[in-house]
């Protein structure tokens, strides 16, 4: 862990008064844009200057990310649906039905160099049977072709999705199993040879959520106790201690500090790895 933080770094806290932060994404630009689920909004933060509401009525906005142009694509979990902000302000509906059927709740996605989008869509667990709506949780994949596929069902309950650095393997934190997943990405964007790289298994409740990785293969997960942290080969080093349980974390400031969405706030850390730059 002494090689991944920067010396003498501490956790700081930067925001904080909120209901359930999420989806926490840093733009090009220089901002950080987060989700308030059940305040149903999406706020931006830029240093030194006033937090600002980036957009009301955000859809049960949860995973955040932008795509190559700088426009934001957002898991609207409480509209069941993946959309695209565009640049003059309007919405481009992405995904929100698999076959006929209305998708789940849309959790967390990340972008692909080819253009497409991976994201996570777990069912409800109370949920009751519904034949209009997906009967299991799922990854699928938007195709850059602007088709949705199904890239797999081999998570129990599928919830934060990133990239390795070279674009060839995606990894998915199953919060139900309690581990982390990564599946080969074959040319044509479909997953292949599904594996298990993490365990996160402890009598405390709740499992993995959001993940990130870095330039050497290193895999950022929140869990309890803080942002675990896992080597290429999925040896367990340490755990980033947050005093607030995260849920989602994001590479900003030259991908150089990590930020972490946990409940009612936002912290971050300065580290010496260099984060995964997928847009």
């Given at each position: 862990?002494?090689?991944?933080i920067?010396?003498?770094a501490?956790l700081e806290q930067?925001?904080?008064?909120f ?9 090009r630009?220089g901002?950080?844009?987060f989700s308030d689920i059940?305040?149903n909004?999406i706020?931006k933060h830029?240093a030194?200057e006033p ?5 009301e009525?955000s ?12 426009r934001?694509?957002?898991c ?7 959309t695209?902000r565009?640049k003059d ?7 929100e039905r698999f076959e006929?059927r209305?998708?789940n709740r849309p959790n967390?996605?990340?972008?692909a160099?080819?253009g497409?989008?991976?994201?996570t ?7 009751k049977d ?13 195709t850059?072709?602007?088709q949705?596929r199904?890239a797999?069902r ?5 919830n934060?999705?990133a990239?390795?650095?070279?674009q ?6 199953d919060s139900?199993?309690?581990?982390v997943r990564?599946f080969?990405?074959?040319p044509?964007?479909?997953?292949s040879r ?5 365990e ?7 499992g ?14 929140t ?10 080969a999925g040896?367990h080093l340490g ?6 349980k995260?849920?989602n ?5 030259n991908?150089r ?6 409940r ?8 010496r790895?260099?984060g995964?730059?997928t847009f």
């Amino acid at each position: 862990m002494e090689d991944l933080i920067e010396k003498g770094a501490k956790l700081e806290q930067v925001l904080s008064g909120f209901a359930f932060t999420e989806g926490p994404v840093f733009s090009r630009l220089g901002f950080l844009l987060f989700s308030d689920i059940p305040r149903n909004r999406i706020w931006k933060h830029t240093a030194g200057e006033p937090l600002e509401i980036f957009r009301e009525d955000s859809g049960g906005a949860n995973g955040l990310t932008f795509d190559h142009q700088g426009r934001l694509l957002i898991c609207e979990g409480g509209r069941g649906r993946v959309t695209r902000r565009e640049k003059d302000g309007s919405f481009t509906m992405l995904a929100e039905r698999f076959e006929g059927r209305q998708l789940n709740r849309p959790n967390d996605l990340v972008y692909a160099i080819d253009g497409s989008i991976y994201f996570t869509d777990p069912r409800p667990r109370d949920a009751k049977d519904d034949p209009a709506r997906v009967p299991f949780s799922a990854v699928y994949q938007i195709t850059r072709q602007g088709q949705l596929r199904l890239a797999t069902r081999e998570s129990q309950r599928p919830n934060g999705v990133a990239l390795s650095a070279n674009q060839q393997t995606l990894f998915v934190a199953d919060s139900e199993a309690q581990n982390v997943r990564a599946f080969e990405v074959l040319p044509d964007g479909a997953l292949s040879r599904g594996r298990i790289v993490a365990e996160m298994k402890t009598p405390q409740p709740g499992g993995p959520d959001g993940l990130k990785a870095d330039e050497a293969g290193n895999l950022y997960v929140t869990g309890h106790g803080g942002v675990w942290v896992f080597n290429s080969a999925g040896r367990h080093l340490g755990i980033i201690e947050v005093p607030e349980k995260p849920a989602n974390v994001a590479w900003g400031d030259n991908h150089r500090t990590l930020y972490i969405t946990a409940r009612t706030s936002v912290y971050r850390m300065r580290l010496r790895a260099t984060g995964t730059r997928t847009f």
